[in-house]
């Protein structure tokens, strides 16, 4: 019998997410090398409307906000070339800049501020030291200018239904398109659940409550949560990689948009374990914003799937499999009972085969379409 590490290991290709999964870019990098991969990436997303395109819009600097002392800034700007500026959360805006003796560096950066009627926008920034253009850019002072692209980018709102739970995994910057995208759905109505999950290094780390504080007391349906992975002793939060602290609270994971952004390995290795665990990858959306590469350690992996608890999809399995496969079923996931037959444990990944005939008639899931790659958030 195959280990659920073995498991995932052969699966790990057939794992990847493709309709939903929008890899168009990678935002920010810790070097300019990084960088200069993110804009390839973007351009390869954007095709042909990024390589013939050009650095030519203008955006004046209006408020530069040192929010950490870990380096991380929030910039606004003014849009000052008289083109239309409209975006939708999730979309981003791309940066260049010239430097002596490095030439042009380019970066996009997902946008924190909900859409609005006037030509403006919010970016967080985090200031990394082998990274040229997040220096040049948190040295600004009001009245600057800086050349960008787009906006640009695909739609993170559910234009198809909103009936479903949205649960946001950011770590880092990446929790600006979803500041983006929960206060824009707030603010039109959207009535059902919106948690946003955000995964820190230190307490230093911790910025945007006030903003994050105010949503959540204007709608009730919103809430957040910080979990450091460095916290002090006095730390009365989530402690712990999103991957450790989260999954134990989740009592369930049907009826839910799954949005993740941030760190690759992050962003990689939950979506293999929700996927793992039955969530249809239609409702998994990733957005790495660097080391947009990773391969997922397949012990991590078994690792995030063994500490969920929720058993909702799993039970709906077992009823559609029988009386048998749910004694199973129920040991596998309790780790009291052995396999049918055999005496060997049985293991969650052990239920992976199966799992195809159950997506295909579960009432949670669509009959397959074809759908275009890669997938939109919007058109999900």
Known sequence: MRSPRTTMKVRRDDRRLRSGNFQGHTPRGRSHQTEDGAMEAMGAAEG?????????????????????????????????DGEPSHFDPGQFVGIEAHFGGLGYRRSPYCILTAPADEPVFDLLVRAVPQGPLSMHLVSLHAGDEVAFRGPTGRSMVPHDDHDRELALFATGTGVAPFYSLASHLLAGGYSQPIVLWWGLRLVDDVCLTDELDA???????????????????DWDGLRGRLGESVPPLLATLGAKRFYLA????????????????????????KEPYFDGTHEPD?????????????????????SRRGTVFGSDLDAARSGKSGKAG??????????????????????D????????????????
């Open 342 to 363: 055999n005496g060997d444990p049985m293991a969650v990944s052990d239920l992976f085969d199966l799992m195809p005939a159950f997506l295909s008639h579960h009432p």
């Open 298 to 318: 397949p012990d991590v992996v078994a690792d995030i799937t063994e500490r969920f608890v929720a058993t909702d999809l799993y039970s709906a399995l077992a």
């Open 215 to 233: 949503l959540a007391a204007a709608y009730p349906n919103f809430s957040y949560h910080v979990t450091l992975s460095q916290p002090p002793a």
């Open 48 to 80: 042909r409307w990024f390589n013939a395109s050009r650095y030519r819009r203008r955006a004046q600097v209006t408020t530069v906000t040192p929010l950490t002392a870990t380096g991380t800034v929030r910039i606004g700007f003014r849009v000052v």
């Open 262 to 285: 941030g760190n690759g390995a992050m962003t990689e290795e939950m979506a293999l374990g929700l996927s793992d665990l039955g969530v249809d990858d239609r409702y998994i959306y």
């Open 365 to 380: 899931h669509d009959d397959p379409q074809p759908v275009e790659s890669p997938g939109a958030w919007g058109r999900q």
